[in-house]
T-cell receptor, first 109, second 114 residues
């Protein structure tokens, strides 16, 4: 079983749609959680950290459920520029970042 | 004023050759990393250095040897290249003491072994 699992997609949505990505992780001792974004043929960039209480940054909302070992990312009012691969990332107790395979999002006009 | 830079961006070479990829960060970070992203897009850590000392060394063939001449540089040397080494290699850096220790990635080096 992979340490971090995501639905690879692709998710094809129209502009303005709300889309949700899910992620599960296997190591209950994981310490920190993040969503990174990777554009085609570019490097990953931090989108947002994920906190236990849930957190929001504009149109993006991240949730963490430690009991279920589940992380989510909600994008409201999708824009064309949101098209990218979204990587669920977990830091384990050794300090390593473990990346999920990524979920590909394509927002169409 | 690129934060994390890598050279070269593209590398096409024959099996059996030896090649190096260079990485530099100007963020003043104390930790640097090498990641490999394969054709299935999985990004996996290979090595991590903190203040020039190796702290993470994943199960990577010993044909791969990282070298950190100072804390702003982490180079990756690969001996006897194999077809399976074809991938995108990303360098990254972070500041260990920052609250969430965000990692900043370089633009990647696309390696193709023929």
């Amino acid at each position: 079983r992979k340490e971090v699992e995501q639905d690879p997609g692709p998710f094809n949505v129209p502009e303005g749609a709300t889309v949700a990505f899910n992620c599960t992780y296997s190591n209950s001792a994981s310490q920190s959680f993040f969503w990174y974004r990777q554009d085609c043929r570019k490097e990953p960039k931090l989108l947002m950290s994920v906190y236990s209480s849930g957190n929001e940054d504009g149109r993006f909302t991240a949730q963490l459920n430690r009991a279920s070992q589940y992380i989510s990312l909600l994008i409201r009012d999708s824009k064309l520029s949101d098209s990218a691969t979204y990587l669920c990332v977990v830091r384990n107790q050794g300090g390593k970042l473990i990346f999920g395979q990524g979920t590909e999002l394509s927002v169409k006009p | 004023d690129t934060a994390v830079s890598q050279t070269p961006k593209y590398l096409v070479t024959q099996m059996g050759n030896d090649k190096s990829i260079k990485c530099e960060q100007n963020l003043g970070h104390d930790t640097m990393y090498w990641y490999k992203q394969d054709s299935k897009k999985f990004l996996k850590i290979m090595f991590s250095y903190n203040n020039k000392e190796l702290i993470i060394n994943e199960t990577v063939p010993n044909r791969f040897s990282p070298k950190s001449p100072d804390k702003a540089h982490l180079n990756l040397h690969i001996n006897s290249l194999e077809l399976g080494d074809s991938a995108v290699y990303f360098c990254a850096s972070s500041q260990e003491t920052s609250p969430q220790e965000t990692q900043y990635f370089g633009p990647g080096t696309r390696l193709l072994v023929l």
